[in-house]
């Protein structure tokens, strides 16, 4: 009789992926929405990611596949998946974006195409708004696809329940994303450290509890870098 077999060992072992160093002038849609100074540091030292934040994600992929299968589904006549894990590449002066979009979607009544991102969240019950990180996200792929409609499509975790938030293109939010994106590149170009953000921003304050270059942060605060 097997007596004992190390499931979260295999299962670490699986989803571990070595640290890739980062090239200078590709970056993520992800990325902007994020404290900047943390995106720098990701950049110019990538760290290992931890196993339970990989396994997050991991999640937050079953979770999209589980997704995908209802927007497919023949049980639902009313819209038609065009596309799922959409390639995404943007050019922007000496330097490219590249990411995925999760689904592109087809009302069947009117023909109107609808950009999907899939979240996955604990619960449902306090989720007033949408990240402001995924809104970004979102609009940045409305502007370089020029689909001007999109949905974050929350996922209760426990429970499979939804809940979805729907946004316009907003041009002056693209404009200002492009921004970051070129404030980022220029900070890593000049190795310049940008400025803190999260610990800037009340509202952004909880970040830091959680950024796995808080150490080196607040080193610089200190003036030990």
């Given amino acids: 009789m097997v007596e004992y077999i190390d499931f979260d060992k295999l299962i670490d072992r699986h989803l571990h992926r070595e640290v890739r160093q980062r ?8 990325e902007v929405g994020q404290c900047l100074r943390k995106s720098w540091f990701n950049i110019k030292m990538p ?11 991991e999640a937050g992929n079953l979770f999209h596949a589980f997704i995908v299968d209802v927007l497919k ?3 639902n006549p009313e819209i038609k998946l065009l596309e799922t894990e959409l ?16 689904d592109l979607i087809q009302l069947e009544h ?11 969240t604990k619960s449902l019950e ?17 502007h ?12 209760e975790k426990n429970t499979l329940k939804s809940k979805a938030f729907f946004l316009e293109y907003d041009p002056s939010m693209a ?20 400025e803190p953000e999260a610990k800037l921003n009340a509202k952004k304050n909880w970040m830091c509890s959680f950024c796995p270059y808080k150490q080196e942060c607040e080193g610089i605060e200190r003036g030990e870098q």
Avoid: C, W
């Fill in 126 to 142: 306090n989720l007033k708004e949408p990240s402001e990180s995924y809104v970004m996200q979102l609009q940045f792929y409305m």
């Fill in 110 to 120: 009117n023909g109107e195409k609808v950009l999907i991102e899939v979240k996955s």
């Fill in 73 to 75: 589904s023949e049980k």
């Fill in 23 to 30: 090239t200078l002038g590709r970056y993520y849609p992800s």
């Fill in 175 to 194: 404009e200002s994303i492009i921004e970051r994106f070129k404030k980022l590149h220029l900070s890593l170009k000049n190795n310049e450290v940008p």
């Fill in 144 to 155: 370089v696809t020029g689909i001007k409609n999109g949905a974050i499509l929350y996922l």
């Fill in 87 to 102: 390639p995404l590449k943007y050019k922007i002066d000496d330097f490219e974006i590249s990411g995925r979009i999760d």
């Fill in 47 to 57: 760290k290992p990611v931890e196993p339970e934040v990989t396994k997050v994600y």
